[in-house]
């Protein structure tokens, strides 16, 4: 089978390296990719959101099925045009990418069907929602209604910083037209929990929990970025928590985007609150989350392209999908400056870091000298799996601190909140 993966980011790096597992897969190529995705790809520079430059290189080059990865080109409608071709995908269509894309309509879907989650305002004026928040509940969220890369969510704890997240949103357009429109939430307090699940529209298979660390400093400081690390499973997801969220979250989720007319088909990402109240719903993304990838698809024993493609035909009920009973833990290398600005072209010394680790690349490329260097805010995620977490966050350390380029940061505390929660279980 060939396969084509739209994407070039860690995430991508992961489902790629997982994809290969399978003996049937003879190609599989990544638009765009990146340096390291070009030692398991074909990569062609077109880029994720140049949706007509897809489907054009798709007619000349027929592929037999896709997995369509990142936000924006779902959102876009990547996988209807690829649909109108007659290809296979993965990944919601452009009405089902909005449960992402739109976290008003998010919101107001969880509102009408009863899913738990925090309340809610939504202002489409500036001068509304300053007046809000000068009143408003604190702590305060303000998320900016779209696409932001990660970074459109500040969680405000004055009212100036309620009013200066609004202006950033709302007049000062620091997320373009994503902002134009923006949600002031309750603050949620609990510890969070990343849950990714497969699903046809009909059934739901959980992934194995994850616990993401957002914030780019240790002790979780600084401001939110991408990710800066992730490690799984993640020990506030017990079983209970798990059954709770099947009755209460994840079905009543997939319903109400059917009944919406909107069934929704892929992996559903949920970003949950464990709250003294059970659990509730922060935040969906439409995809597989980075980097909760590249913790959890290491951990999968079934194969990932029959899962994808019984996700695409409807068959998910009658296909296994199990995770082993180990842990995993991914440490994020990023460039000094992230998640603000950074330099790029910085050479990167792997060390023996290949030969410890996997290492996903996330923003890498090529020098016209053959060198590989940084070519984004976060460049590199060093994960590792072991029978336990204490041993899996060791070894992945151990293996990042054989990768050095100049200004690299990382956060050295990835997985100890998760270690103090197990070691205050015991």
Same mark, same amino acid.
């Given at each position: 089978?060939?396969?084509?993966?739209?994407?070039?980011?860690?995430?991508?790096?992961?489902?790629?390296?997982?994809?290969?597992?399978?003996?049937?897969?003879?190609?599989?190529?990544?638009?765009?990719g990146n340096a390291g995705i070009a030692q398991d790809a074909k990569c062609v520079n077109i880029k994720a959101t140049d949706?007509?430059?897809?489907?054009?290189?798709v007619k000349r080059n027929p592929v037999d099925f896709a997995v369509v990865a990142p936000d924006d080109p779902l959102a876009?409608?990547?996988?209807?045009?690829?649909?109108?071709?007659?290809?296979?995908?993965?990944?919601?269509?452009?009405?089902?990418?909005?449960?992402?894309?739109?976290?008003?309509?998010?919101?107001?879907?969880?509102?009408?069907?009863?899913?738990?989650?925090?309340?809610?305002?939504?202002?489409?004026?500036?001068?509304?929602?300053?007046?809000?928040?000068?009143?408003?509940?604190?702590?305060?969220?303000?998320?900016?209604?779209?696409?932001?890369?990660?970074?459109?969510?500040?969680?405000?704890?004055?009212?100036?910083?309620?009013?200066?997240?609004?202006?950033?949103?709302?007049?000062?357009?620091?997320?373009?037209?994503?902002?134009?429109?923006?949600?002031?939430?309750?603050?949620?307090?609990?510890?969070?929990?990343?849950?990714?699940?497969?699903?046809?529209?009909?059934?739901?298979?959980?992934?194995?929990?994850?616990?993401?660390?957002?914030?780019?400093?240790?002790?979780?400081?600084?401001?939110?970025?991408?990710?800066?690390?992730?490690?799984?499973?993640?020990?506030?997801?017990?079983?209970?928590v798990a059954g709770r969220c099947m009755k209460e979250i994840f079905l009543p989720t997939i319903a109400a985007m059917n009944?919406?007319?909107?069934?929704?088909?892929?992996?559903?990402?949920?970003?949950?609150?464990?709250?003294?109240? $059970?659990?509730? !719903?922060?935040?969906?993304? %439409?995809?597989? =989350? +980075?980097? #909760? *990838?590249?913790?959890?698809?290491?951990?999968?024993?079934?194969?990932?392209?029959?899962?994808?493609?019984?996700?695409?035909?409807?068959?998910?009920?009658?296909?296994?999908?199990?995770?082993?009973?180990?842990?995993?833990?991914?440490?994020?290398?990023?460039?000094?400056?992230?998640?603000?600005?950074?330099?790029?072209?910085?050479?990167?010394?792997?060390?023996?870091?290949?030969?410890?680790?996997?290492?996903?690349?996330?923003?890498?490329?090529?020098?016209?000298?053959?060198?590989?260097?940084?070519? $984004?805010?976060? !460049?590199?995620?060093?994960? %590792?799996?072991? =029978? +336990?977490? #204490? *041993?899996?966050?060791?070894?992945?350390?151990?293996?990042?601190?054989?990768?050095?380029?100049?200004?690299?940061?990382?956060?050295?505390?990835?997985?100890?909140?998760?270690?103090?929660?197990?070691?205050?279980?015991?």
């Amino acid at each position: 089978m060939k396969l084509l993966v739209v994407g070039g980011g860690g995430r991508e790096h992961a489902i790629i390296k997982k994809l290969k597992q399978n003996p049937d897969v003879t190609e599989i190529v990544a638009l765009p990719g990146n340096a390291g995705i070009a030692q398991d790809a074909k990569c062609v520079n077109i880029k994720a959101t140049d949706i007509e430059g897809i489907t054009q290189y798709v007619k000349r080059n027929p592929v037999d099925f896709a997995v369509v990865a990142p936000d924006d080109p779902l959102a876009l409608g990547c996988v209807d045009r690829l649909h109108e071709m007659d290809v296979k995908c993965f990944g919601p269509d452009a009405r089902a990418a909005r449960i992402e894309a739109s976290k008003v309509f998010a919101k107001n879907l969880m509102k009408k069907y009863g899913i738990p989650t925090a309340a809610y305002e939504v202002f489409k004026d500036a001068e509304a929602a300053l007046a809000y928040v000068k009143l408003c509940a604190l702590p305060v969220v303000i998320k900016a209604d779209g696409l932001a890369l990660g970074k459109g969510v500040t969680i405000c704890m004055t009212r100036e910083e309620a009013a200066a997240a609004v202006k950033a949103c709302m007049l000062d357009g620091a997320f373009g037209a994503s902002g134009s429109r923006i949600v002031a939430e309750e603050y949620l307090e609990g510890p969070e929990v990343s849950v990714l699940a497969f699903t046809d529209g009909k059934v739901v298979k959980p992934m194995v929990s994850s616990m993401d660390h957002k914030r780019v400093g240790d002790g979780d400081t600084g401001p939110n970025t991408g990710g800066m690390g992730t490690i799984a499973p993640n020990p506030c997801y017990t079983p209970e928590v798990a059954g709770r969220c099947m009755k209460e979250i994840f079905l009543p989720t997939i319903a109400a985007m059917n009944a919406e007319g909107c069934p929704f088909k892929g992996c559903l990402y949920f970003g949950l609150m464990v709250t003294k109240d $059970g659990p509730k !719903v922060i935040e969906y993304n %439409c995809r597989f =989350g +980075d980097p #909760e *990838t590249q913790v959890v698809l290491p951990l999968l024993k079934s194969d990932l392209l029959t899962i994808m493609r019984a996700c695409e035909d409807g068959t998910l009920a009658d296909t296994p999908v199990e995770f082993s009973d180990g842990a995993a833990c991914c440490v994020m290398l990023a460039s000094g400056g992230y998640p603000g600005k950074y330099e790029k072209g910085k050479v990167i010394d792997l060390g023996d870091a290949p030969e410890m680790a996997e290492l996903y690349h996330s923003g890498t490329a090529l020098s016209d000298d053959g060198e590989l260097v940084t070519a $984004g805010g976060r !460049v590199l995620g060093v994960c %590792c799996t072991a =029978g +336990d977490l #204490e *041993t899996a966050i060791d070894r992945a350390y151990r293996a990042a601190d054989q990768v050095k380029w100049d200004g690299m940061i990382c956060r050295r505390d990835i997985g100890a909140r998760a270690l103090g929660i197990l070691k205050g279980a015991k």
